[in-house]
């Protein structure tokens, strides 16, 4: 496998979702039980270049990421291995990292694999965390599950999509992690990650994991507010709110006509620039957003108050009198 086919992070181009909580550690917690997982032996992994971390501490959420790598129709258990490999090789070759970034991968064939070492030992412990490399910022609080594949207009096949429900809610059983706390890359990074399609199947994974775990989870947990992905060709009200927020940042090039264009996302690019983000990549996502997006009164003027105005426009919300983190991602997704 090449190098330049484990490139994920070229198309995963990850602000948290607001979603009810975990579980309290120790509370007590359905069991589900586990999908086939192969370790790092099994599909010939090389020794870490240092000593993993654990922490004596429970994640508290599930990241679901794709690799952005082909859709393969070869589903074969030797694909898988490879894909394991190459994601290793890559993460370790190029990146410098200690070893796969991510605690687990499943295959389009639907084979769950150990993507860290130790990921499997210490998820069947259910009282600690490895510390993986998959997003900056989480990578102590949540498990990060890679899902082989682009998923931008395609669905995943459907053995890996139903691994991926039964591997989450093994993971959410043994950890006593809430099913609403199942994201994606994009809420919590500036990324397309994972996907479009993927993405907005989420809602419909957190359903059907607590399905599993005889919790059910009734609308507004399912599909709650989160920070919307904006690219180039974007169009409408939340583009408009961007622009605003963006001219409030200091970006005071950036026209308010609410479409995404490509001198936009050449401001958004030295926005990110400023602020040091980790990708620089002109998509405003789940690491832009909480930057952008700062708190604002009504009667303050601004253009932070236009941003709102033009949120609450398209929306059936009232406008509220204080906009923080939680106001500014409900205004947002009531938008879209």
């Known amino acids: 496998m090449s190098a330049a086919r484990i490139t994920r992070r070229s198309l995963l181009v990850g602000g948290a979702a607001l979603l009810a909580g975990a579980a309290l550690p120790g509370t007590a917690h359905a069991a589900a039980p586990a999908p086939p997982i192969l370790d790092c032996a099994a599909w010939g992994a090389r020794p870490n270049s240092r000593i993993v971390n654990v922490v004596t501490q429970r994640p508290v959420k599930i990241l679901v990421h794709h690799t952005a790598t ?34 687990f991968t499943i295959s389009r064939g639907g084979f769950v694999l150990e993507g860290r070492h130790r990921s499997l030992e210490v998820l069947r412990g259910g009282r600690q965390q490895v510390e993986g490399a998959h ?64 993405y907005g199947m989420l809602p419909r994974l957190r359903g059907e994991v607590g399905d599993a775990l005889g919790r059910r989870v009734e609308g507004s947990s399912v599909r709650a507010a989160s920070w919307p992905v904006l690219r180039e060709d974007d169009r409408g009200p939340v583009v408009r709110a961007a622009q605003h927020l963006l001219r409030a940042a200091g ?70 009198s204080t906009v923080g983190r939680q106001e500014w991602m409900q205004l947002l997704t009531a938008a879209r």
């Open 135 to 198: 997003c900056t910022g989480q990578n102590f609080v949540a498990v990060g599950i890679e899902n082989e594949g682009t998923y931008t207009d395609t669905e995943p096949t459907g053995v890996l999509w139903d691994r991926l429900r039964e591997m989450c809610a093994y993971i959410c059983g043994q950890y006593g992690i809430a099913p609403t706390e199942i994201y994606g890359h994009r809420d919590f990074k500036d990324t397309l990650c994972p996907g479009d399609v993927l």
């Open 251 to 320: 970006r005071t090039e950036v026209a308010v006509d609410g479409a995404f264009s490509a001198p936009m996302a050449e401001s958004v690019r030295r926005f990110q620039a400023d602020h040091a983000t980790e990708e620089v990549n002109g998509i405003i996502g789940g690491e832009s957003w909480p930057l952008l997006a700062a708190p604002v009164r009504a009667g303050e003027g601004g253009e932070a108050e236009q941003a709102v105005e033009a949120l609450v426009a398209s929306s059936s919300m009232r406008p509220p």
């Open 70 to 103: 082909p859709n393969v129709v070869d589903l074969s258990r030797g694909a898988a291995d490879s894909l394991a490999r190459g994601i290793q090789n890559f993460h370790m070759d190029r990146r410098g990292w200690l070893d796969s970034g991510q605690h």
